[in-house]
């Protein structure tokens, strides 16, 4: 019980690393790329780091399709956009290489 604590703790700041990262780059289309490598680098903790990059992840999309109701137009995100961070959050946590998603450009420190 307590390396899953471990592993799901150290799982969610991989998670807050790549969100901080995802916000310093403010880099277009560089969104699934963080999504897969917060994943991803969760994942690899073990199975407490992996669960805690799914419910990030759900809790993330889920927030955002509900706050969507209440603002003006939305957040212009979308269903589909939902379903594709998705995807790309499980192409990381299934440890499949999250440089599939990497933008062209982007800088190499991340």
């Known amino acids: 019980l307590l390396s899953f604590l471990g592993e799901a703790a150290r799982g969610t700041w991989d ?4 969100y901080n990262d995802m ?25 407490g780091g992996a669960w ?7 809790a993330r ?5 509900f706050t969507d109701r209440f603002s003006f137009g939305g957040s212009g995100r979308g269903a589909e956009d ?3 961070d998705q995807a790309a959050n ?3 946590r299934s440890g499949k290489d999250p440089n599939h998603f990497r933008p062209h ?6």
Not at 27 to 47: L, M, Q, T
Not at 61 to 65: C, I
Request: glycine share 10%.
């Open 15 to 18: 998670m807050i690393r790549a």
């Open 23 to 47: 916000r310093e780059a403010n880099y277009i289309g560089a969104d699934k790329y963080f999504h897969a490598r917060g994943n991803y680098d969760a994942a690899k903790r073990g199975p």
């Open 52 to 58: 805690a990059a799914k419910v990030i992840s759900d």
């Open 61 to 65: 999309e889920n927030f955002q399709r």
């Open 82 to 84: 939902s379903r594709a």
């Open 90 to 92: 499980e192409w990381g």
């Open 105 to 110: 450009g982007l800088p190499d420190k991340y």
